[in-house]
């Protein structure tokens, strides 16, 4: 079974810009979650969707936003980028709700923003 | 914010050695997960722990919860140079919540 794969793997931006990133759960999940890590603050919860619905939303400005398709794929955008978004944005996907499974995790997108 | 906090922040040991790591937690939880990740790579599930197990295991590794003290320990038993990564523990309030990751451990096992 193919895993959770995560495209682009790397990416520059400028500040001001916007970005999108996918996420292509693995076949039969159905909650795509979405992590924000750095090294100050770790690994952050940005949000869940399942079944095409946000479940749960992290701490993080409007700025960021999600949404899922009907295949279960997911996509996050960042509209005016700043500098701090520069981290690694990980997605993950369960059978299950986050939280009562365990999670697959894609190799992340590497965002740098300068 | 961090809910579990894992103790040591880093671990050196040799090749052969028991490694063991910590995580606290604040208050009640549904479960716990155990994590590894590579050279910030994405993370891989080691072990779910659900409130009313007390102690799991998995080949070599093995995961107690003490709910009492609101702690978990992780024991990787004969650690290899290929067991040198960083492991995080995330809690669940509950079946309907997010997973709240600590800032893990960084085991470094010396050949």
């Known amino acids: 079974k193919a895993g959770v794969t995560q495209t682009p793997r790397y990416l520059i931006k400028t500040r001001g810009q916007q970005v999108t990133l996918s996420c292509s759960p693995i076949?039969?999940?159905?909650?795509v979650s979405w992590y924000q890590q750095t090294p100050g603050q770790g690994l952050q919860f940005l949000f869940e969707?399942?079944?095409?619905?946000?479940?749960n939303k992290g701490n993080f400005p409007g700025r960021f936003s999600g949404r899922q398709f009907s295949n279960s794929r997911s996509e996050m955008n960042v509209s005016t980028l700043e500098l701090g978004d520069s981290a690694l944005y990980l997605c993950?996907?369960?059978?299950?709700?986050?939280?009562?499974?365990?999670?697959?995790f894609g190799p992340g997108t590497r965002l740098t923003v300068t | 914010s961090q809910q579990g906090e894992e103790d040591p922040q880093a671990l050196s040991i040799q090749e052969g050695e028991n490694a063991t790591m910590n995580c606290s937690y604040k208050t009640s939880i549904n479960n716990l997960q155990w994590y590894r990740q590579n050279s910030g790579r994405g993370l891989v599930h080691l072990i779910l722990i659900r409130s009313n197990e007390r102690e799991k295991h998995s080949g070599r590794l093995r995961v107690t919860l003490d709910t009492s003290k609101k702690s978990s320990s992780l024991l990787i038993t004969a650690s290899r140079a290929a067991d040198t990564a960083s492991y995080f523990c995330a809690t669940v309030y509950s079946g309907n919540t997010p997973l709240v990751f600590g800032k893990g451990t960084r085991l470094s096992v010396i050949a």
């Open positions: 076949s039969g999940h159905r909650s």
């Open positions: 993950a996907s369960s059978l299950a709700r986050a939280g009562q499974d365990e999670q697959y």
């Open positions: 969707y399942f079944s095409e619905t946000q479940r």
